[in-house]
């Protein structure tokens, strides 16, 4: 993965630095809750709090790394810088990290179980991600559901129409033979004269 390591906040975004507020890591690191997360990234202090539940990756990962430099895990997942600047929501940015502060490589790096330890951040997530999994699974049964109702329903119909149609067809075809035969039967001469003198009628009467 393509690391830019060196990269600042401030060729990305359109920040005034002299307008910027700069924060110590310390200071990060208290935000470091579901409710209030901070993180560094290239030198700029984000507060992630409405990236969180909107983030691809999940906010499994972005708690993670809450109230820490998360610099490296955010450019070797293959992020673009662009992505500080349209994918993070407006207002996100809270200021600089102190220039004079401890660099990125000497930070402690997180590890799963002092997350677990440290913060009930883990519990929390693994809750709401739960909680999202079994919303995603019931909307994909509901879906399966419903598409299969739909097919059901359009193949009985289907059915229904064919089945009537050769009923009606042989029906029809029937209705059509007979009434084809009492035609000829009722035209016929000779079946005239046979049927007049069944009945007592001489042939001259017609
Ligand atoms: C805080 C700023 C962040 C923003 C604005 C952001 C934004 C995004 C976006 C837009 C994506 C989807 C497309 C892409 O890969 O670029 C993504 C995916 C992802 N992000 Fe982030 N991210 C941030 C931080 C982080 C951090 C600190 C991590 C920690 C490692 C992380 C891990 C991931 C992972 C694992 C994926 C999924 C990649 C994949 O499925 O290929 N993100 N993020």
């Known amino acids: 993965m393509p690391v830019r390591r060196g990269s600042s906040v401030s060729e990305i975004d359109d920040v005034d630095e002299s307008k910027m507020a700069y ?16 993180m560094i990234i290239h030198g ?8 969180l539940h909107k983030h691809p990756g999940g906010s499994q990962i972005l708690l993670k790394y809450a109230g820490m430099d998360a610099t ?26 102190e220039p004079n502060d401890t660099p990125v490589e000497k930070q402690d790096q ?6 677990t330890d440290e913060k009930d951040t883990h519990c929390i997530t693994m809750a709401h991600d739960r ?12 879906t399966i559901t419903l598409y299969t109702t739909i097919l059901i329903c359009v ?18 075809t029937t209705a059509q033979e007979i009434r084809h035969h ?5 035209t016929s001469d000779t079946h005239l004269e046979t049927r007049n003198e069944e009945f007592g009628i001489p042939a001259w009467a017609y």
């Open 182 to 186: 009492q035609e000829h039967i009722f």
């Open 131 to 142: 909680t999202l999994e079994c919303r995603m699974v019931l909307n994909k049964l509901y």
């Open 110 to 115: 997180p590890n799963d179980s002092d997350i």
């Open 23 to 38: 924060i110590t890591r310390a200071e990060v690191r208290r935000h470091n809750t579901p409710d209030d997360c901070w």
């Open 155 to 172: 193949s009985l119909l289907l059915y229904t129409r064919l089945t009537w149609q050769s009923q009606i067809k042989t029906q029809h």
């Open 44 to 51: 700029g202090v984000y507060d992630v709090g409405r990236l």
């Open 72 to 97: 490296l895990p955010f450019d070797d997942v293959g992020h673009s810088m662009e992505s500080l600047k349209y994918d993070m929501p407006a207002g996100s940015l809270k200021g600089l990290l």
